[in-house]
């Protein structure tokens, strides 16, 4: 660390992303205390009027996606920070619904280079500069994605008017807590007094509940104060007096369920329209997402005969929505092959158990980073979990994709999940 080079304000975005990678002693350094500082002293704790944060295991893209767009609609200037990206560090931030060029993230990485008082990871510099970004653009909203827990996480530095709970299961354990009473209590970190909250977890952790009414939040929660449910090609979502006729979406229901109650009880004017649009048209990448000819045009390989679909899904929890997506499909496809991988950190044998059933094949892949693993290692792993898999190992997902291009047949079905960078691996090969 001795010898890296700070970047310069006309320096490229990917050498400003190395610089940050490796410009704090660890990846992750949990506490708010030196982002916190940096934020006061560069005045960042303000990005908008109205901020709207999002926590949770699992749909909280989803959500923050449903939200910007009926909020888009409804005619507000917003601004969304989320993460992870899958390709391209620019997803990160969107403003009036598009990313921004890398020279404005090199801009604002400089300035906060320039002014920071203490050493930052990765996430929190990125933090910083979502702020600043959209200090710059005079929005109405923010919506803030957290990325790790919620007590702890760089967003938390921000105090929301409204606050957002997705869904709670075991994920992060060395960081949340193994159970759920821990990881709700560190979700519900994001609460401040007296503010509204949405909780989309239908089995909500008392110590979510606690935290509430500690705080005298107003609570809007799944099945208590609303219900969302899906009949035929209709979805309604309700209150005791509010029920709403909405159109199937691309998005899970669970979080279509959960945006739905903020935008029905934040403080300003959403219409009903906006809304209707928004579960109508709101979609979000790699969530079960079926590859398409326009997906393959750069692809100079042997295309598939089958069906792809990507999804990102890498912890128990995502799993198990993802075999409930994949049994619906399994009486119309033949083969169902799977390209897999996950990092080195996560519950291999809870992500790979609610698929057993389901999938034929497994093409175990490597990971690249320090998080990653080997295809081999993967195999292992999977072969303790589930000893009557058929699996075979390969040294990247390109490898691995490749070989069941060439395999598999046009009525099968291959999917490639397991992480964001599994299927980032896929992609930027597509296009490569």
């Not at 400003?16 to 704790?45: C, T």
């Not at 929505?321 to 897999?340: D, M, N, P, T, W």
């Not at 892949?365 to 699996?391: I, M, N």
């Amino acid at each position: 660390m001795a010898n890296l080079i700070q970047p310069k304000a006309t320096d490229s975005l990917e050498m400003w992303l190395s610089y940050l990678e490796q410009s704090h002693f660890k990846p992750i350094d949990m506490g708010l205390e030196r982002i916190q500082g940096v934020a006061s002293s560069l005045n960042l704790l303000n990005p908008a009027p109205y901020v709207i944060t999002v926590a949770g295991t699992n749909g909280k893209g989803s959500t923050c996606r449903l939200l910007e767009v009926a909020l888009l609609n409804a005619g507000y200037r917003v601004g969304v920070y989320s993460s992870p990206h899958l390709i391209r560090y620019n997803e990160r931030v969107r403003i009036q619904g598009e990313t921004l060029p890398d020279h404005a993230h090199v801009a604002s990485f400089a300035h906060i280079e320039q002014h920071k008082t203490a050493s930052l990871t990765y996430f929190e510099f990125s933090t910083l500069s979502a702020l600043y970004l959209f200090q710059q653009a005079n929005l109405d909203v923010v919506i803030l994605e957290v990325g790790l827990g919620g007590r702890l996480d760089a967003t938390n530095i921000v105090d929301p008017n409204f606050a957002v709970i997705t869904s709670i299961d075991i994920d992060h354990v060395d960081f949340l807590g193994d159970n759920r009473e821990q990881i709700g209590r560190e979700k519900a970190g994001i609460f401040r007094p007296n503010i509204p909250v949405v909780i989309g977890e239908p089995d909500c952790p008392q110590s979510i509940l606690d935290q509430a009414k500690t705080l005298n939040c107003q609570k809007f929660q799944r099945n208590v104060e609303w219900q969302i449910s899906q009949k035929s090609d209709r979805l309604q979502w309700q209150t005791d007096s509010q029920p709403l006729d909405l159109p199937l979406p691309k998005i899970p229901v669970p979080n279509v369920g959960t945006a739905v109650a903020v935008l029905r009880h934040l403080p300003f004017d959403v219409p009903f329209e906006a809304i209707y649009q928004a579960v109508a048209n709101a979609q979000m990448p790699a969530r079960f997402q079926s590859l398409t000819e326009q997906d393959f045009a750069k692809f100079h390989g042997k295309r598939p005969l089958a069906k792809v679909i990507i999804d990102v899904g890498h912890n128990p929890h995502a799993a198990r929505y993802l075999a409930e997506r994949l049994a619906e499909q399994k009486s119309s496809v033949g083969k169902i092959y799977a390209v897999f991988s996950a990092l080195v950190d996560k519950d291999l044998s809870g992500i790979v158990e609610p698929l057993a059933e389901l999938i034929d094949e497994w093409h175990c892949a490597g990971l690249a980073g320090y998080r990653g693993q080997s295809g081999e290692a993967v195999q292992q792993k999977l072969q303790t979990a589930l000893p009557q898999a058929v699996s075979f190992a390969y040294e990247n997902v390109p490898q691995a994709a490749q070989s069941l291009f060439e395999k598999a047949e046009k009525e099968d079905l291959i999917l490639v999940f397991g992480s964001f960078h599994t299927v980032a691996d896929l992609l930027v090969w597509l296009e490569s």
